[in-house]
């Protein structure tokens, strides 16, 4: 579905994606045909235009917050630590549950990840809270009770660019070493996080699919 919201790249003009081609072969037309027509077969990006569109739609009037403490509207202004307002990382987290099925943030902080700190004591001794865009495909794995997270693992990148798991619950953090094929190499030890629940939410689109698998696929 990104390949078609993209409507870009060798994937695209090579008529493939992992759940297959996608522009299929005719009955009757040969090997040498069928590879020249994917090649030559324009790539506009209907997807995309509709589920924009759509996107601004739904943020066209700004909501309506109230920013009771400098934390919250530390966050308003500077969801991400790189600028980007609330709003702005919102629309971009529903867009991508709507190309995907589902879009997950994660609350964070600046301050180390093994101290045990409250999102207060962060805030105050100097630390910053930011939350991050977590795709779909880097949540190996996730539990939830009454649409509510409950637990996960998900994959993050250390400060030397290397992948690592971390399972969350509603308090601890435990941090798996793994190597390039995803094999577990060791454990470490469970530390708490200090929010009040698992800093994991899980965003969908407001329908039960994906909202850009009908459109792409014509059902």
Not at 15 to 29: D, F, R, S, T, Y
Not at 178 to 185: A, N, P, Q
Request: hydrophobic residues 35%; glycine residues 6%.
């Amino acid at each position: 579905l990104a390949i078609s919201y993209e409507a870009n790249g060798r994937a695209y003009t090579a008529g493939v994606c992992p759940a297959g081609n996608i522009i299929n072969k005719k009955e009757c037309e040969s090997a040498s045909d069928y590879r020249s027509r994917k090649l030559i077969t324009p790539t506009r990006s209907y997807v995309s235009s509709i589920l924009n569109k759509y996107s601004a739609s739904v943020f066209r009037n700004e909501p309506t917050r109230t920013l009771d403490n400098p934390t919250l509207e530390f966050l308003y202004y500077n969801a991400d630590g790189y600028g980007t307002t609330l709003n702005d990382l919102m629309k971009a987290a529903l867009l991508d549950a709507q190309k995907y099925g589902e879009s997950f943030l994660l609350a964070s902080s600046t301050a180390a990840d093994t101290e045990t700190l409250t999102l207060a004591q962060k805030t105050s001794s100097g630390a910053y809270p930011y939350i991050r865009r977590i795709s779909y495909d880097a949540v190996a794995n996730y539990e939830e009770i009454d649409e509510n997270l409950i637990e996960a693992i998900v994959l993050l990148m250390d400060e030397n660019g290397k992948t690592f798991a971390r399972y969350m619950n509603d308090t601890i953090f435990v941090d798996v070493k793994i190597d390039d094929k995803y094999r577990v190499l060791g454990v470490g030890e469970a530390y708490s996080h200090g929010y009040d629940g698992i800093p994991l939410v899980k965003i969908e689109p407001l329908v039960d699919a994906c909202q850009a698998a009908p459109i792409v696929t014509g059902k």
